[in-house]
């Protein structure tokens, strides 16, 4: 079946480093893919939507300045979490469905990427 | 998007069915429900979905009520591996697709 993959898993970085996390599709085209945070307890919160070929779209409330998402080719999108401080430290997930697939199929999700920031 | 509810969390002893419910009372009639699940530190796992049929495939099934404003997803012999926090979600089924996550139940399956 349909396979998103992330990278890196974890990473630990200093305070005002950036950081780029890429997620892919393995066996399908995405055209569009989504990016989540998730605090430490919480639920997954939906930062914005990744478009290829154009601008992403961002939740309210999300800074685009902050986390730069780039989906330059059909099957990757990065978000780099730029100068990044401590209060970044969360669990990065992504999304993408096949839109080749019946348009009800579901999303699939990758395993995400937990961000330290120290 | 309609926002649905679930209990905070739930028990259910290894070997029996584990029911999980989620209210989703102001659901529209183009919009399916998902379930996904969230072992820690791992991504969501797709479960199962409906519009309003019953569902099942080999990990769980899904009762929709007639009326469609609440459904449940059943695991039957849950094992210690199905602990997870289990996430209903509604959704029209369009090329957006954004999913919005509620708080979800935390299943804690017991030996």
């Known amino acids: 079946g349909a396979v998103v993959s992330q990278h890196p898993s974890w990473v630990i970085c200093k305070s005002g480093t950036s950081v780029k996390i890429e997620c892919r599709s393995l066996d399908f085209q995405a055209t569009t893919m989504f990016w989540y945070r998730q605090f430490p307890k919480q639920s997954l919160m939906l930062m914005a939507t990744?478009?290829?070929?154009?601008?992403?779209?961002?939740e309210q409330g999300v800074e685009k300045d902050k986390f730069l998402i780039n989906h330059a080719s059909l099957t990757l999108s990065t978000l780099t979490v730029t100068s990044a401080h401590p209060e970044d430290s969360s669990f990065y997930i992504c999304?993408?469905?096949?839109?080749?697939?019946?348009?009800?199929?579901?999303?699939?999700f990758g395993d995400g990427t937990r961000l330290s920031i120290l | 998007d309609a926002k649905t509810t679930q209990p905070p969390s739930m028990d259910c002893a290894e070997g029996r069915a584990a029911n999980l419910p989620c209210n989703h009372s102001t659901i529209s009639g183009n919009e399916y429900v998902y379930w996904y699940r969230q072992i820690h530190s791992q991504g969501p796992q797709y479960i199962i979905h409906g519009l309003k049929n019953n569902e099942t495939n080999e990990m769980a099934s899904l009762i929709i009520t007639e009326d469609r404003k609440s459904s449940t997803l059943i695991l039957p012999h849950a094992t210690l591996r199905d602990t997870a926090v289990y996430y209903c979600?509604?959704?029209?089924?369009?090329?957006?697709?954004?999913?919005?996550f509620g708080t979800g139940t935390s299943l804690t399956v017991i030996p």
């Open positions: 979600i509604v959704r029209v089924a369009n090329t957006g697709n954004q999913f919005y």
């Open positions: 999304s993408a469905r096949d839109p080749l697939a019946p348009i009800y199929q579901p999303q699939h």
């Open positions: 990744s478009n290829e070929g154009s601008k992403a779209t961002y």
